[in-house]
């Protein structure tokens, strides 16, 4: 099964940046960033394909940017003017998510 480890989270003040990784084991055409916050359920942040095409959940549109390297098998995430509502743990998956895959995630705290 594919694993997936992330990388590149910490504490950034309001309004601050960070840049998240993701090495996948493989190629994967859908590779999908996803956060959970404390109490919330996990949800989709943005996704790319295979040719480059992205999408983004409403609430991180014009901020947030996905980005990869194929010959890597790695997946970024670009993330700017990072408010409190962006604390949690992302991860990266497929899409769909690989329910086996998930790996232990990297921590964004946002916070002044």
């Known amino acids: 099964q594919v694993q997936f480890v992330e990388s590149g989270g910490g504490l950034v003040q309001p309004g601050g940046s960070l840049r998240l990784s993701c090495a996948a084991s493989?190629?994967?055409?859908?590779m999908a960033w996803y956060r959970q916050a404390p109490g919330k359920q996990r949800e989709l942040v943005a996704y790319?394909?295979?040719?480059?095409?992205?999408n983004y959940a409403d609430s991180v549109k014009g901020r947030f940017a996905i980005s990869r390297d194929s010959a890597k098998n790695t997946v970024y995430l670009q993330m700017n003017s990072l408010n409190p509502d962006d604390t949690a743990v992302y991860y990266c998956?497929?899409?769909?998510?690989?329910?086996?895959?998930w790996g232990r995630g990297t921590q964004v705290s946002v916070s002044s």
């Open positions: 998956n497929t899409k769909p998510p690989a329910l086996n895959s």
């Open positions: 790319i394909t295979g040719g480059g095409s992205t």
């Open positions: 493989e190629s994967i055409y859908f």
